[in-house]
């Protein structure tokens, strides 16, 4: 844990530091000292700007959005005793997704994390209340619930852009559906930031309740865990979460599903490790993925949502393989 907590803390550094402008560590520090203090920083205008305006906000963002993705992949998991469950195989990301281009159609980008929170909302509540009119809201009918509302919800969406979509906003939606971090600033970083604190903290401590769900819902019972009441709160838990990454960052696809399998191989199957590691080897992953997205191909920015998966596809084919073998 110490060695990620360093490792994140050198990958702020780092990140703010590379670009086409290179920034000194000791830049970086004048410039956050003397917005908190007040002090002067010794340094150009443009320099302090590029410093506190633009790589600081967007960094701090890609770590909450790629901690919170990780997190909520981890607890996925876990609730649906799916390895290949994420934010996205419930319908989270496609009902967010719907609910930030109908606004971006409409020309109301400034109501976009709330179209985003309501989508994932109503893709939650229309997930689990499918699982509950098939009979059953056990792990297997929630993901095969949330594969059709997932379904149903991106065509909607392609449907908005096909049928209201101009020249002008053609361009953001798909930014914004490809996923990136290029707008973000400090408004950014502040709502993905309240939205980790929030909803992490009953995430987090839903550690042993989760070991024991593992087991299977029978179990679980028997050990005095009420299972219905929890997977509903962490499930909405997880949404809310999602909703608020997605409507500061777009779709980021791979985080939630790769990262917490690397992190098991590593800590192991316990969520008491497994969820905080999770949640800040996503943070570092993120921030790197957005630096290579930003630098590589200067003077051209790649959405971070490509990076992620050209990353994520070749690891998830490997985690396959690695499947096959063992049940070989």
């Not at 550094?13 to 830049?27: H, K, L, R, S, Y």
């Not at 790629?66 to 607890?75: P, S």
């Not at 594969?147 to 361009?171: C, E, G, K, P």
């Not at 980790?196 to 005095?224: Q, S």
Request: hydrophobic share 60%; with cysteine.
């Amino acid at each position: 844990m110490t060695v990620l907590l360093l490792a994140l803390a050198g990958s702020v550094v780092a990140a703010v530091a590379i670009g086409p402008a290179d920034i000194a560590p000791a830049e970086l520090a004048a410039s956050v000292w003397s917005h908190l203090t007040g002090a002067a920083t010794g340094l150009t205008p443009l320099r302090d700007a590029i410093i506190w305006e633009g790589r600081v906000p967007r960094v701090l963002t890609a770590a909450a959005v790629g901690g919170g993705l990780a997190l909520c992949g981890a607890v996925m998991q876990a609730l649906t005793r799916n390895p290949l469950a994420d934010p996205y195989l419930l319908g989270l990301s496609s009902g967010a997704s719907t609910g930030a281009v109908i606004v971006i159609v409409l020309g109301a980008a400034v109501a976009l994390p709330f179209a985003a929170f309501a989508g994932a909302l109503l893709a939650l509540t229309l997930t689990l209340g499918l699982a509950r009119a098939a009979g059953s809201a056990g792990a297997t009918a929630v993901v095969l619930a949330g594969l059709a509302v997932s379904a149903v919800l991106a065509a909607l969406t392609s449907l908005v852009i096909f049928w209201s979509a101009t020249n002008d906003s053609y361009r953001e939606i798909l930014s914004w559906l490809l996923g990136s971090l290029g707008g973000a600033d400090w408004a950014d970083a502040a709502l993905a930031g309240v939205a980790v604190v929030v909803c992490a903290v009953p995430l987090l401590a839903a550690a042993r309740p989760l070991d024991t769900l593992v087991l299977g819902d029978t179990a679980a019972e028997a050990l005095g865990i009420p299972v219905t009441r929890l997977r509903v709160l962490l499930f909405v838990c997880t949404a809310l979460l999602t909703g608020a990454l997605v409507a500061v960052s777009g779709s980021i696809g791979f985080v939630g599903l790769i990262l917490p399998h690397a992190v098991r191989a590593v800590v192991g199957a316990r969520h008491r490790a497994l969820l905080p590691v999770s949640f800040l080897a996503g943070a570092v992953f993120l921030i790197w993925a957005d630096t290579i997205a930003r630098t590589v191909f200067e003077p051209r920015e790649l959405p971070v949502g490509i990076v992620t998966a050209l990353i994520g596809g070749p690891v998830f084919a490997l985690l396959m393989l690695r499947m096959r073998k063992s049940r070989a």
